[in-house]
């Protein structure tokens, strides 16, 4: 009886903190939210509120009204959805190829990608290439940079060596080439690795931020949270918002309820694709990170 009470204590205990830190780490989104919704005329500055005393849309109407906001959306839209399964495709196979043990000068190229997680050009350099490349102020600057990495391309290649070498054999001996053995066979016994993979670049596109401040210095190819920071920190929403947009509401909208509603929408759409993606998201990072 002793140890059954002193067990309910301590995972009384346990979800008692974790449910006060889950609270501190969904306290400042739903603060977020509660203003964004918040109606002009009961808004009132550094109050605490959990929930909108007047409810409004007029924020979200503003920024969905504005040609900067909508600018920076296509442009992280257009990152995520081409940035994404070019990484992805790209990471799969090289890691594929890695993983084939009788590949020529395999140990040498494990070694130079290895030697990347350790030694970076640093940013001058990076700089330099994609001037060179003629990339700047393009979207290809921030979706090659980001293509493929070490890390990705190790776990990928200790996860394609623990599947079944028969299982490859047998497709082989069925008259499979090694295209059809890699989109015919490994590619779909990979789909929980795939789609932590895919949520993992997905999210990196969705928030690319310091490459887009080095190279992109064109305001219309803006990503999103480059935007975000800018409107952030700026103190009048009249540089991002027409004016005629803003006179056609009926009261002033603060410019803090339209920095709140604008965090939400950048927010929300990664939000909305993880619990798709959830169910093979502990699978895939945990498969092929103990075997090397």
């Known amino acids: 009886m002793g140890m059954r009470l002193r067990e309910r204590m301590y995972q009384l205990t346990i979800g008692t903190l974790l449910l006060f830190v889950s609270f501190?780490?969904?306290?400042?989104?739903?603060y977020i939210a509660v203003i964004s919704f918040t109606d002009a005329a009961a808004y009132e500055p550094n109050a605490l509120s959990f929930w909108p005393s007047a409810w409004s849309m007029d924020a979200y109407r503003l920024i969905f009204a504005g040609d900067g906001f909508l600018n920076a959306l296509n442009s992280s839209l257009f990152l995520t959805v081409v940035g994404t399964p070019i990484s992805v495709m790209v990471s799969c196979s090289t890691a594929y190829m890695l993983a084939k043990r009788t590949l020529p000068g395999r140990k040498v190229m494990l070694n130079l990608i290895v030697f990347t997680m350790l030694f970076s050009p640093g940013l001058i350099p990076n700089y330099l290439l994609i001037k060179e490349l003629d990339l700047l102020n393009?979207?290809?600057a921030l979706i090659l940079p980001a293509t493929a990495n070490a890390w990705t391309l190790l776990v990928m290649k200790s996860f394609f060596q623990n599947i079944p070498h028969e299982v490859i054999e047998s497709a082989k001996i069925d008259g499979c080439g090694e295209y059809a053995v890699f989109f015919r066979i490994v590619l779909p016994l990979s789909k929980a690795m795939l789609a932590a993979f895919s949520l993992f670049a997905a999210v990196g596109f969705w928030n690319t931020y310091f490459n887009a401040i080095l190279y992109?210095?064109?305001?219309?190819?803006?990503?999103?949270?480059?935007?975000?920071?800018?409107?952030?920190?700026?103190?009048s929403m009249g540089e991002f918002i027409e004016a005629s947009v803003m006179q056609s509401f009926k009261q002033e909208v603060p410019a803090e309820i339209i920095k709140m509603a604008a965090v939400v929408v950048a927010t929300v759409p990664i939000i909305v694709v993880y619990p798709f993606l959830q169910k093979h998201f502990a699978k895939g990072v945990m498969i092929g990170s103990v075997k090397g």
């Open 138 to 140: 393009s979207w290809w």
């Open 216 to 235: 992109i210095s064109n305001s219309a190819k803006w990503p999103l949270q480059v935007f975000l920071q800018q409107v952030v920190m700026s103190s």
């Open 24 to 30: 501190t780490m969904l306290f400042p989104f739903l």
